[in-house]
């Protein structure tokens, strides 16, 4: 049986960028509630982000936990994006949801 290959990063980035949506906080509250959802800053790129994590980058990912590129939401966050009905982008790489809110 031949060997599953990995996705090379043109087509891992095209494939995540393909998989991106566009959601309303309101819809992502299971979600957050299970503490599965991270934010990412709106001055990165949310494939970047999510490529990463598909990899496994973990200096990558650390670097913007320390930087606040990638952050965990918190209460007071997540109530201001319900109160103001905010969008987001999406991506889900199990178990997380990243998202970066639409301005």
Not at 68 to 88: C, R, V
Request: aromatic fraction near 8%.
């Amino acid at each position: 049986m031949p060997q599953k290959t990995a996705d090379t990063i043109p087509d891992l980035t095209a494939r995540l960028n393909s998989e991106t949506a566009k959601i309303g906080w309101h819809d992502l509250q299971k979600h957050y509630a299970a503490g599965n959802v991270m934010g990412v800053s709106g001055s990165a790129d949310l494939i970047q982000v999510a490529v990463a994590f598909h990899q496994d980058d973990r200096p990558k990912v650390e670097g913007w936990l320390v930087d606040n590129t990638l952050f965990e939401i918190d209460d007071q966050q997540a109530l201001g994006w319900y109160n103001n009905k905010s969008d987001h982008w999406a991506v889900v790489i199990p178990p997380f949801v990243l998202v970066q809110e639409v301005k």
